[in-house]
């Protein structure tokens, strides 16, 4: 988490960094800051939003061609302004913006105290700082043998960006397992959390690697490790538009994202599925296809609404591969010891690809053997580079916290990818591959037709806006859209909701149901069809409020639920990718008129990169 800018060039720094920080900001923002270089260095910081600092900088015409800015997610520290980045060591020469935890800090910080170092904040960020300084003091070494040097020394995560005012014509950027990537202008250099802040400025771009520290002036870049060896940085062209950055109109990214599934799938599938729908080419599964299909297990790991969709795609896959699968929230898989024997397949599913759960899963998995594919979005990520083969989504930037587009093209992933090895094993004959995959290329246009159930939406967030409770059910591949629809309600709206199996309730959950309840079944046409409609006869019965989401034209649910919303026909494998999309809209429509804020829900972030 924490979003991290950098400029040096000529270019007035502070609304070339002020602007970045607003596209980080669903990396975090609880405080934020900004350090400028114009011969002495200034730095502004508040609690608060990057809009906060905006209005607090404007106050001040001070600017500079250097500088750097982060916008937090605090994890140390009350997110205040004393505990806001950029931290200043001691002595002042170092001045520091940092994205993830050091974790040996107490230790070091008492080592400090013990040689009279004092300390202004509650931040593991100053004890680096305090830490460098230190070290270039008592060793009177350069910046970048202090920084150096500093990271020898400490254990944990870092995207670090540094200012030495001893050196104030360069910044000092640095890596461990929280991303950084470099802009690589013409007499100008950016450095950023990701490449959002950058592309407007330049296509050519630097991802660093872990251990890589990288000394940028306006016209030179030097890369090393912090072994101090040499780097031979490749630089690599953005596949990112400004125009996929900005709401394009929408009242907030999350609607704008929502809307935006149909092309999100179809560029999922686009240039993978063969013209005439007789197969599916996932060319960075190519080295790994056998071992997928001989696997004896597969093992998918991921978080929040990844973890659902690899639910989903569990059932997908036992369905048309019959491999046995288990899917693991990657925090508890990493700490549990699990069985893991060497033809297992790991497959990690990350929007951001930099989840520190999932990348310390995949690392586990690798270590005792496993093969591990990834499924993730952000091109250039830690996780891809952490795998064996892997397939990106290509839903294109997604900046809404709650994620929606990420959803459905990991499941087209996941679908695609099942398909493609049944039919390898020759589960799947010819004809029935083709009939699926024909299926997959009308989603997009069924998307478009379940978004007509916005408006409706809307009606019936006005009715049930002041719930405090809500309990969403489904059965097989339905039940991990419950899941996602229950997240999608409490991440953005904050009310109470839980996911639960249809048939479980009379286990638990229907001792809750009364005519204040409202209970949102997902009940679209597939093999379950007939058990749900006695699972709603069973809420009616004891009052509850069914709001059931059909396939268009049912006309049995229509006569018991309370409301119902219409998502298009489809084979029960796609049927999760359109039933969701009613539940995105309601709970978008009641986080709304609740007055939440949508984008950027509190205590959450988007990118979470500490454990
Ligand atoms: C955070 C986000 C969720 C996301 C989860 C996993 O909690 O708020 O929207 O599903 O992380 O993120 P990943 O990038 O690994 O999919």
Same mark, same amino acid.
């Given at each position: 988490m924490c979003g991290i800018v950098g400029y040096i060039g000529s270019k007035e720094a502070r609304e070339i960094i002020l602007n970045g920080l607003k596209r980080l900001e669903y990396r975090g923002y609880d405080s934020a800051g900004i350090a400028l270089v114009n011969g002495e260095t200034r730095i502004f910081k508040c609690a608060g939003r990057v809009m906060d600092l905006e209005a607090l900088v404007s106050k001040s015409d001070f600017n500079g061609t250097i500088g750097m800015g982060h916008t937090r997610w605090a994890t140390h520290g009350e997110p205040n302004e004393v505990n806001a980045h950029p931290q200043v060591s001691y002595k002042g020469n170092f001045i520091v913006v940092h994205n993830g935890i050091i974790e040996n800090y107490s230790r070091i910080k008492k080592h400090l105290e013990s040689r009279g170092i004092i300390f202004s904040s509650q931040t593991d960020t100053e004890v680096l700082a305090n830490l460098i300084e230190h070290l270039y003091l008592e060793g009177d070494l350069t910046a970048e043998q202090a920084i150096t040097l500093a990271l020898n020394r400490v254990e944990g995560a870092y995207g670090l960006v540094i200012i030495c005012t001893q050196e104030p014509d360069k910044l000092f950027a640095a890596r461990k397992g929280s991303p950084l990537v470099i802009g690589v202008g013409e007499g100008e250099n950016f450095i950023a959390s990701d490449a959002t802040p950058i592309v407007e400025f330049t296509q050519r771009v630097i991802y660093l690697n872990d251990d890589d520290i990288a000394i940028i002036k306006k016209d030179e870049l030097i890369i090393k490790t912090i072994r101090n060896e040499k780097v031979q940085p490749e630089v690599k062209e953005l596949d =990112? @538009?400004?125009?996929?950055? !900005? @709401?394009?109109?929408? %009242? &907030?990214f999350m609607l704008k994202e929502i809307f935006e599934q149909p092309r999100a799938i179809h560029d999922t599938f686009r240039g993978r599925v063969l013209p005439d729908f007789s197969g599916v080419r996932l060319g960075g599964l190519h080295n790994v296809l056998d071992s997928v299909s001989e696997a004896e297990r597969i093992i998918i790991i991921a978080c929040g609404t990844s973890w659902h969709a690899g639910l989903l795609g569990e059932y997908i896959f036992e369905e048309y591969t019959r491999i046995p699968v288990e899917v693991e929230y990657a925090s508890e898989f990493r700490y549990r010891n699990p069985v893991i024997r060497k033809g297992d397949i790991v497959i990690a599913i990350s929007q951001? #690809?930099?989840?520190a759960d999932t990348l310390a899963a995949i690392k586990l998995a690798r270590s005792k053997g496993a093969k591990v594919l990834g499924i993730c979005n952000v091109v250039g990520s830690s996780i891809p580079r952490e795998t064996d083969g892997g397939v990106y989504t290509h839903a294109g930037p997604e900046i809404g916290v709650a994620s929606t587009k990420a959803f459905t093209s990991q499941v087209t992933v996941l679908a695609m990818m099942a398909f493609v090895i049944g039919h390898k094993k020759g589960i799947l004959s010819d004809a029935a591959y083709k009939e699926l995959i024909t299926e997959l290329g009308s989603i997009p246009g069924k998307i478009e037709k379940a978004l007509e159930v916005n408006e409706q939406a809307l009606e019936l967030a006005k009715i049930f806006q002041n719930t405090r409770n809500a309990l969403y059910l489904g059965r097989g591949y339905l039940f991990p859209v419950a899941l996602e629809g229950a997240l999608k309600l409490k991440e953005i709206s904050y009310i109470h909701a839980e996911g639960y199996p249809a048939a479980e309730m @009379? &286990? #638990?959950?229907? %001792? =809750?149901? !009364?005519?204040d309840m409202p209970v949102v079944v997902v009940a679209t046409k597939d093999d379950t069809y007939e058990k749900i409609i006695s699972n709603i006869q069973e809420i009616k019965a004891r009052k509850g409020n069914v709001i059931a989401i059909v396939t268009e034209g049912d006309e049995i649910i229509r006569k018991m639920a309370d409301y119902v919303l219409e998502v298009p026909e489809t084979l029960p494998a796609f049927t999760g990718l359109l039933a969701v999309i009613p539940l995105q809209l309601l709970s978008y429509h009641i986080a709304v008129l609740r007055g939440c804020n949508v984008d950027m829900p509190r205590n959450l972030a988007k990118s979470v990169t500490v454990e």
């Open positions: =990112l @538009k400004i125009g996929e950055i !900005d @709401k394009e109109g929408f %009242a &907030h951001s #690809g930099e989840t @009379k &286990h #638990g959950p229907i %001792a =809750l149901i !009364d005519e």
